[in-house]
């Protein structure tokens, strides 16, 4: 295990033409995976803040109550990313892993018809990204327990498409687009 330095010399920064940005730190063996903005690493770091009192207040708030829970979750999320919204990176900026991440959210957003919804998807988009991207804590960590995932443990069974089917408030499978690309 190498220790961690506090701070390192910034030798240089690239953009390579398939994504993500580079940093080169004096003394370090391999680049890091994008460039800590200050200020955008402060703004990361209140957002992050807002995270335990979230848990909190779920934590407080009755059972019967959770349509009021909902609300403030939304407002809060909508708050974050108001927070960070004029500090978000170009998509092809983000690191390999938090663009893959983002490319599942757009998924998500594509397909969801609730226009309600569509906001907070992409305002929560817009939170998890800058959080995974300025905060290689919590990327590193996301990136070591991913690899864990059994892909056959997510995948709907039958039972699940057959109550899938019952909402159509979202494009599952994304089925309707493909009508639309392939009339």
């Known amino acids: 295990m190498h220790p961690i330095k506090d701070t390192a010399t910034v030798e240089k920064v690239e953009f390579p033409k398939e994504g993500g940005v580079f940093t080169y730190l004096k003394g ?12 955008v690493v402060e703004k990361v770091s209140l957002v992050k803040s807002f995270i335990p009192a979230i848990l909190e207040l779920i934590k ?3 059972l019967r109550r959770i349509t009021g829970a909902i ?14 919204r004029d500090e ?3 998509p092809n900026r983000y690191s390999k892993p938090v663009r893959e ?11 969801e018809k609730n226009k309600d919804k569509k ?20 990327r590193f960590r996301l990136q070591d327990v991913l690899k864990e995932i059994n892909i056959d443990e997510i995948k709907p069974t039958e039972g699940d498409k057959y109550y899938m089917s019952l909402h159509n ?14 009339p």
């Open 28 to 39: 370090h063996k391999y680049p890091y995976p994008g460039f800590p903005h200050q200020r």
């Open 60 to 62: 407080l708030i009755p």
């Open 71 to 84: 609300k403030v979750a939304k407002r809060i999320i909508k708050g974050a990313y108001y927070v960070l």
């Open 88 to 90: 978000e990176i170009q």
């Open 101 to 111: 991440i983002r490319r599942l959210f757009n998924i998500l957003i594509e397909r």
């Open 119 to 138: 906001a907070i998807w992409k305002h929560l988009r817009t939170v998890v990204c800058m959080i995974l991207e300025f905060d290689n804590a919590y």
């Open 169 to 182: 408030d979202f494009d599952w499978d994304g089925k309707e687009k493909k009508k639309l690309q392939n």
